[in-house]
Structure formats: structure tokens, C-alpha cells
């Protein structure tokens, strides 16, 4: 799903986080895009158009593949060293400079973590885009479309100077890592099976309510595993508390203002998994799939 900035307003306040805490916990999740608009209208056969329309894969295996994902249990994530590089968000090489180098870095933690369950892992493609162009899950950019990803191509696609207006110009460089972490969540879904099911399982329903939980649980999923990530870097690029405030902030202005159209998750789900995965570290944490509606709204 095109993840973006959808409003703005303050963090949740500490009794709030206190209560989706108590939720979460209630529901067991301490043991623990990709796109929302697959198909149009309300019949799975028909395509949208632009980057949300990537048909469903074949199936890949039942439900387990969400739920006793071998992910899961790949223990916490190896501490990785990646020295956030310099940014000036108003140079386009910067940017793309800073974009690369911390695309390594995704790449060798993740690289690493799938080894340690004995799971393949091929790396994403990345295109970072300046101008118009195609990809086979449509043409980009659309309306409100920063960054994407495609698993037609394994295509991690981020708009250099889109992302920069996106994010309300912000110069804080932890806010482009979390945006990138989780684009990046979506491919490490897709590595470990859970998007090629998520595909075909939303592909066959009709709701739209069912449609759209489904899409928030793998959105939420994807901010948890971006949060893993930067738990994991936090010594070196580093991620202090206020770069953590920074990021949680963009976590909830990405979120879904309009509780009629929630594909990303309320403000305070997006927040909270993300802190979620950045406290845990670990991708047993992210199994937002057994997770209850109340912290997946």
C-alpha cells in the first residue's frame, strides 16, 4: 500500500498508550503496502488501476504462513551497525546517498535474520524515482504516493524528492529511515510468504470491512517490522529518544485520520506497533495476524 502522510496532530498521551498496551498484552502479542486497493469496487475480479493493482499470487501455503510463520521465531535481531550518513534533504543526491546506504543496512540485518532461521532471502530492487514512470503494479507517481512496494518485481520504489513534500519536508533523517523500514517490512513479508497469502486471501473476499482489516493487519505489521530494524540500529545510527519521538510522530501522521477509511490503522496503532517492534526487536513481536481488532482498528 502507498504509505503517506494522511493529517496531523499530537502524540497519544501516555494513558492512551497505556491502554493499547493493556489491549495487546491482553491478546497474547508479547509471545508472538503492498497495497489496500487490490481491486476495485466491491467484486474481486475487478483490477484497480496505478500502483495498488498487483493481481494475487498463486496461494502459498494456509493461514500458518501468517500466524507460525518460521519468521517468527528467529529470535531478536542481530544489533547492526549503520552510522546514519549526512542528509540535506534539499539535495537530491544526498537523498538518494542516504536512501542507498540505509538500504544496505536493511539489507544485512534482514539478510542476516533469515539466515538465522535457514530461510531464503533474496534482496529487493530498488528504484528510486525522480520522474514519471511504470512498474508492473501500475504507473507511478500517483496522488499521495511516496513510496511503494511491488512483489511483481520485488520493486522497492521511493520518489527522491516525493518523499521529502510527503513528509512535510521534515529535516529529521530518522523519519525517511522509518518511511524506508517500512517499505522495506513489505518485502520481508514477502520473503517469508505471509504477502503472497495476504494476496490471494484478500483477492477472494468481498467485504470491504474484511478487505480493509486484513490490509491494516498487514500494514501494522509492516511498521513493526520497520521497528525491528531500528531497534536493531539504534546504537549506531543511533536512536536516541528524541529521534524515537521523531519517529513515532510520523508513524501516527501516517496513520488513517478517517475511521471510515482505515487501510493503515488509527494514528495510535501505527504509533504503537511501530514502538512495539523498536522495543521488542524481535519479529515474533510483529504477528499482528492473532492479533484483536482493537489493536488493529
Not at 543526491?93 to 533469515?114: G, K, N, P, V, Y
Not at 521511493?158 to 523519519?175: R, Y
Not at 543511533?238 to 501516517?254: F, Y
Amino acid at each position: 500500500m502507498p504509505y503517506a502522510i494522511r493529517g496531523g496532530r499530537p502524540r497519544p498521551s501516555a494513558a492512551v498508550t497505556l491502554v493499547l498496551l493493556t489491549g495487546l498484552a491482553a491478546v497474547g502479542l508479547a509471545g508472538f503496502m503492498t497495497f489496500s486497493s487490490l481491486f476495485g469496487g466491491g467484486s474481486p475480479a475487478a483490477a484497480a488501476q496505478g500502483p495498488d493493482a498487483v493481481p494475487p499470487p498463486d496461494p502459498v501455503g494456509d493461514a500458518s504462513v501468517l500466524t507460525a510463520n518460521p519468521l517468527y521465531a528467529t529470535g531478536e535481531m542481530t544489533e547492526v551497525t549503520c552510522p546514519a550518513p549526512e542528509l540535506d534533504v534539499d539535495d537530491k543526491a544526498s537523498m538518494e546517498a542516504f536512501l542507498h546506504e540505509i538500504t544496505d543496512c536493511l539489507d544485512e540485518a534482514w539478510r542476516a535474520q533469515f539466515a538465522e532461521g535457514g530461510m531464503d532471502f533474496e534482496e529487493p530492487n530498488r528504484i528510486f524515482w525522480y520522474a514519471s514512470g511504470q512498474s508492473p503494479c501500475g504507473n507511478f507517481p500517483t496522488e499521495g504516493t511516496a513510496a511503494f512496494y511491488c512483489q511483481a518485481n520485488k520493486g522497492l520504489y521511493l520518489g527522491v524528492e516525493d518523499i521529502v513534500a510527503n513528509s512535510n519536508e521534515t529535516e529529521h533523517p530518522e523519519a525517511y529511515t522509518f518511511l524506508l523500514s517500512h517499505e522495506y517490512g513489505h518485502h520481508v513479508q514477502g520473503e517469508a510468504g505471509i504477502l503472497g497469502y495476504f494476496h490471494t486471501k484478500r483477492g477472494a473476499l468481498s467485504d470491504p470491512g474484511e478487505r480493509s482489516l486484513l490490509t491494516r493487519r498487514s500494514e501494522l505489521q509492516a511498521n513493526c517490522l520497520g521497528g525491528t530494524f531500528l531497534g536493531s540500529v539504534e546504537e549506531s545510527l543511533p536512536v536516541g529518544p528524541d529521534e524515537e519521538a521523531n519517529i513515532l510522530e510520523d508513524a501516527e501522521r501516517r496513520g488513517d485520520f478517517d475511521p471510515e477509511e482505515r487501510t493503515h490503522g488509527s494514528p495510535e496503532n501505527g504509533a504503537m506497533w511501530t514502538a512495539h517492534g523498536m522495543d521488542r526487536g524481535d519479529p515474533a513481536a510483529c504477528n499482528t495476524w492473532s492479533a484483536g481488532e482493537n489493536v488493529v482498528g
